[in-house]
């Protein structure tokens, strides 16, 4: 026979149906008190609210929300929790450290399914009970009729909300061109990311107008869609570099696809920078721990997290809303140098 010594059955959650009935109310008075519905006298309200806070439902950052219409929670608003988004989070964090708010992380389409729109469901669920305002990471649609304040951290579709944070992606698509080009390189490829991004769209307009500016004509056979992400950046890469008259040097838009570079480099005997010179954008940290380093350009991911937040809270105190670009900042590690047959 066994037995079961020192252990405790975990207490059982207070459903809405203990507060209806503590309250001697229904559990749809209950609901509509929760969610701040009209048609609920004053009384009744605060008695239900009372009993929510005895009996410890939810615990209420929705109870104290509906007494004081602020929660004290500013929600950053992610797609998934990848290192461009974690990074920015960790600038989000840190500015909230010397304040009265909490930080709540919310990834909006790592379900299965179709997550067009997650932003505005993401906001749905979120504004005005658990949170007072949102921070959200590369927005895909422009966002109006919002219940609460949001502030738009580099937005798929452009500044086009109130309230943006944002680099200066053309001109650092530009400096990363011309670090190139000033080492002598004059065939260079570019991986864009995708085609509906504003973001990608700015960065190959800038790698455009650097060869332009250098006189050097260009070659729309180097210019190849890989997407942001790594996987899609495969194809792209060997498309370059099985070439007979392959680039000697690559500009691709982001961090993640820059590295697939130099893998798919390396498995075909190429060194970087001995035979191919390499610059990411971003400047996230597998980008300084790769070997070769990754020369890039440099987001201010932690500064502009903490500039959302400032501008955040101006806007809950009633301040206007801003928008703010940030500088872009070639990074210099050993993935670049002049070409083989310059040297």
Not at 17 to 29: H, L
Request: aromatic share 4%.
């Amino acid at each position: 026979m066994s037995t079961t010594v020192g252990r405790q059955t975990p207490p059982r959650r207070v459903t809405i149906r203990d507060v209806a009935v503590a309250a001697g109310v229904s559990v749809a008075t209950v609901s509509k008190v929760m969610n701040g519905r009209d048609g609920i006298a004053a009384t009744t309200s605060a008695h239900v609210l009372s009993v929510v806070d005895r009996l410890g439902y939810e615990t209420s950052i929705v109870a104290s929300s509906m007494r004081r219409s602020r929660t004290h929670v500013v929600g950053v608003l992610v797609a998934e929790f990848e290192p461009f988004a974690l990074q920015l989070l960790h600038g989000v964090s840190t500015a909230l450290q010397e304040t009265a708010y909490d930080v709540l992380a919310y990834a909006g389409s790592v379900s299965a399914g179709d997550h067009a729109g997650w932003e505005r469901r993401s906001l749905s669920r979120l504004g005005g009970t658990l949170i007072d305002g949102a921070i959200i990471l590369t927005p895909t649609v422009t966002l109006e009729e919002i219940s609460v304040p949001v502030v738009a951290v580099d937005p798929h579709t452009g500044p086009t909300g109130p309230a943006v944070v944002d680099t200066d992606n053309y001109g650092g698509g530009r400096m990363a061109t011309e670090h190139l080009i000033s080492l002598g390189h004059r065939r260079i490829g570019h991986l864009r990311g995708r085609a509906d991004l504003l973001s990608a769209q700015q960065r190959e307009q800038g790698y455009r107008d650097a060869l332009a500016a250098a006189g050097i004509a260009i070659d729309e056979s180097l210019v190849l869609d890989a997407g942001y992400r790594a996987p899609n950046a495969t194809a792209a890469a060997e498309a370059l570099l099985d070439r007979p008259d392959r680039p000697t040097a690559v500009f691709a838009a982001n961090d993640a696809t820059a590295l697939e570079v130099i893998r798919v480099a390396s498995t075909r005997g190429l060194h970087v920078p001995d035979d191919l010179s390499v610059v990411g954008f971003d400047d996230l940290a597998p980008a300084a721990a790769s070997r070769p380093g990754l020369t890039t350009i440099r987001q201010p991911l932690l500064e502009m997290g903490t500039a959302a937040v400032h501008l955040l809270l101006a806007m809950f105190d009633g301040g206007a809303s801003e928008r703010i670009r940030m500088p872009a900042e070639l990074t210099l590690r050993d993935s670049t140098r002049p070409p083989t047959e310059e040297r």
